[in-house]
């Protein structure tokens, strides 16, 4: 199982900017980091509230730890070709139909459209005589 962070770990580690990028578009701030620690200041006097700040940052957090599983789930499915993917499924659909499962009428077109490709664009036979 992979090792994901929680809601609350990626919760304090998400700097002010980007939570006030990604949940109050339109506010102006500025932001500087004295000694490494964050600070912002609202120009206009119209920043969120504190409250207001940390409900956002919740609700980014939840966002971003419900996405954390795309980058390395990608990668992982990335490491065997797609079409190889596609075939798969396709002939174990293609199973189930033959022991008589009834398929929908979209798979049993994707079935077929997979059967054309095929018979347009077949497999060369390896022989000898192939090899010059």
């Known amino acids: 199982m992979a090792d994901y962070k929680t809601i609350e770990e990626i919760a304090a580690e998400l700097p002010v900017w980007q939570v006030l990028a990604e949940r109050f578009k339109g506010i102006d701030a500025t932001i500087t980091y004295p000694d490494g620690v964050e600070t912002v ?5 119209d920043g969120p509230s504190d409250e207001a700040l940390a409900a956002a ?19 992982a499915f990335a490491q065997r070709p797609l079409g190889d993917q596609l075939d798969a499924i396709i002939k174990g659909l293609k199973a189930a139909q033959a022991a008589g499962v009834e398929l929908p009428t979209d798979t049993v077109a994707l079935i077929a459209w997979s059967d054309d490709i095929k018979a347009a ?3 060369p036979e390896v022989t000898a005589a192939a090899n010059g």
């Open 41 to 45: 200041a609202f120009p206009n006097g």
């Open 57 to 75: 940052r919740s609700d980014l957090a939840t966002e971003l730890y419900a996405r954390q599983h795309i980058g390395p789930r990608a990668a």
């Open 121 to 123: 664009h077949p497999k």
